[in-house]
């Protein structure tokens, strides 16, 4: 079992690190939202299809209005803008600013009506975390001749806090009891969100398959494949056979692998600043969750929340 267990975790490890670099192949000439709205309609599919031949029952009717807005807030808010930042954010960079959404979890879980407040040690990794994300996206004393894009930057905050909103909320939605039946009707719901949005803005105006390169095709293939299908089947076996906060480890792991694999395969920067930044803002989040006396509560929501 601990062989199992191990792989499983290995491969969201390097599985999800490896979707931001992905997503930095897949929007080069693929549109951002109508790309993660192809990934998650082929996905949610294959997912659905499998539960429903496996005996899932589908989900209710109350069980689909709160998978709309979860697959809203997390696959178009947190997916959707991740994908639209990184045409001019480098991908590990945005892995870092997404790895922070712990931090965005506490935050949402505070103000929320009968929330759980943080406490003093929480506050204080709090601020540490926030140091190392304004080192890491601040002015140009600090950029190493690295400028970031800020509109770009404000998105992934955007989706950060998305991200932690919908994770929040999913605690207390009437949601279906099988984790992979749940995921594919998410996933579903959030690539109707996604096409909504690619066709308001006019990203297909233009648009013509025949100008897709194939390191785009091959992106959108291994999110599809590898991203959401072999992530998320070790994922939800992981919940039921590992610790939560043993599977939550993954939040502490993907960012540091994104930023090499970006570094290795994408030629994107590797500074002092986002080697100081990684070790401030996954520091903090340890940190956090350490010190949190409900811990398992705030590591589960990083587990629903923080996917690529």
Do not use: C
Not at 197 to 225: D, N, P, R
Not at 232 to 239: E, I, R, T
Not at 262 to 275: M, N, P, T, V
Not at 286 to 294: D, K, L, M, P, T
Request: aromatic fraction near 10%; glycine fraction near 10%.
């Amino acid at each position: 079992m601990k062989t199992k267990v191990w792989l499983a975790l290995l491969a969201i490890y390097i599985v999800w690190g490896s979707t931001y670099l992905a997503i930095r192949f897949a929007v080069e000439t693929l549109p951002p939202f109508f790309h993660a709205g192809l990934r998650f309609l082929v996905s949610g599919l294959i997912l659905l299809a499998w539960r429903k031949l496996a005996g899932d029952p589908l989900p209710t009717r109350p069980q689909w209005k709160s998978l709309a807005i979860i697959g809203t807030l997390l696959l178009l808010g947190g997916n959707g803008l991740v994908s639209w930042a990184e045409q001019t954010i480098p991908s590990g960079v945005a892995a870092l600013i997404i790895g922070a959404v712990p931090m965005f979890l506490v935050i949402a879980e505070a103000i929320r009506p009968g929330g759980v407040k943080p406490t003093w040690r929480v506050i204080i990794g709090l601020l540490i975390g926030f140091t190392g994300i304004y080192l890491l996206v601040g002015p140009s004393e600090f950029s190493d001749g690295m400028k970031l894009n800020l509109a770009g930057v404000i998105v992934l905050l955007l989706a950060a806090s998305l991200w932690a909103v919908g994770s929040v909320y999913s605690k207390h939605a009437d949601l279906p009891k099988s984790a992979l039946m749940m995921t594919g009707a998410e996933m579903l719901m959030g690539s109707l969100s996604l096409f909504i949005v690619s066709a308001a803005t006019g990203e297909l105006k233009g648009f013509s398959f025949a100008q897709v390169s194939g390191s785009s095709w091959l992106g959108l293939a291994y999110l599809i494949t590898f991203g959401s299908m072999i992530g998320f089947v070790s994922y939800a076996w992981l919940l039921q056979n590992a610790p939560i906060s043993l599977v939550a480890t993954y939040a502490y792991v993907n960012p540091l692998v994104a930023v090499f694999l970006g570094f290795l395969f994408a030629g994107e920067d590797l500074s002092l600043r986002i080697l100081a930044a990684s070790v401030i803002i996954i520091g903090s989040v340890v940190f956090i969750n350490s010190g949190n006396r409900r811990g398992t509560r705030v590591e589960n929501d990083t587990s629903k929340g923080n996917r690529e």
